[in-house]
């Protein structure tokens, strides 16, 4: 009885109607480079400056690197994103589980700073060769940590984004108990259904997903199997919709879907800055 009322206060149920997918998949190479955060005044500024400095090295290289484009993107909002991670951590998590008769996942992550500041992104007008890959990353500051990617999932799209958008960013990381190609898969196809059948308490204007490569290349990570770009109109929309009661419902129905296939994943609130 008690379970049951939970459960119907907690969760949203899935809409009669799915929002049908605006986008496809695109088959880019590209490379995502993330500005670790630093300690001390001024960290996001010092970082957005190295990402920013990188990114016009690369735009100059364009033609020998066969760069398409090239973007930098800026931390926003560190204490949100903190709040963001609350919602993930284990205790939350279990109750919701317990709730709504789903098995406990592993420990989730929980920080008071974000790990990244910052991020630089690469995509290649054709698939680079590994020298390429090695003089970018040779390139590039230390202290940036890179994802090569050469699937991205559109799974929804509706809109070309404006100054004021921002992105709710996961850094999608697999439970121990599955493999890469098994989190990718759910991720895109279970996990995609999900928030497309209820995009109308979301109110994204884009929602993608970037898949890690099966063996990333040398010098990029391995630690994380993907990245959700989850694009919102503005930084007060984040804000306004997360006090709305149902978005919270739907939090709690999203992230017990996740537990299938993430674990320990990072949030960050990232801006798009500059583009060449």
């Known amino acids: 009885m008690l379970r049951s009322l939970l459960s119907r206060v907690l969760f949203v149920r899935v809409s009669s109607g799915a929002t049908e997918p605006l986008g496809d998949d695109d088959r880019a190479v590209i490379l995502t480079g993330f500005v670790a955060h630093r300690s001390g005044l ?3 500024s010092r970082a957005l400056a190295d990402a920013n400095s990188f990114a016009s090295t690369a735009a100059d290289r364009r033609e020998s690197w066969n760069v398409d484009s090239v ?6 909002l560190r204490w949100f994103a903190g709040v963001l991670r609350f ?6 998590v279990r109750f919701l589980c317990w709730t709504s008769r789903q098995p406990s996942p592993p420990a989730y992550h929980l920080s008071l700073s974000p790990e990244y500041d910052a991020a630089v992104e690469l995509r290649f007008a054709s698939p680079p060769p590994p020298s390429v890959i090695d003089e970018v990353i040779a390139a590039a500051p230390d202290g940036i940590d ?3 990617s050469s699937e991205q999932v559109f799974v929804y799209d509706t809109e070309d984004p404006d100054a004021s958008s921002i992105f709710v960013c996961f850094l999608v990381h697999r439970p121990p108990t599955i493999t890469r190609h098994e989190c990718q898969t759910y991720w895109k196809t279970e996990h995609a259904q999900l928030v497309l059948q209820n995009m109308r308490y979301l109110k994204l204007t884009q929602y993608l997903q970037v898949h890690t490569t099966a063996e990333p290349p040398p010098g990029c990570l391995d630690t994380y199997d993907g990245i959700v770009y989850a694009r919102k109109p503005s930084t007060w929309a984040v804000i306004r919709q997360l006090l709305h009661i149902n978005e919270f419902r739907f939090n709690d129905t999203l992230v017990v879907d996740e537990t299938h296939f993430t674990s320990a994943t990072p949030v960050l609130l990232m801006q798009p800055d500059r583009t060449w």
């Open 42 to 44: 001024r960290t996001s």
């Open 71 to 76: 973007r930098t993107l800026r931390g926003r």
């Open 146 to 148: 890179w994802i090569a």
């Open 87 to 92: 919602t993930r951590t284990r205790p939350i």
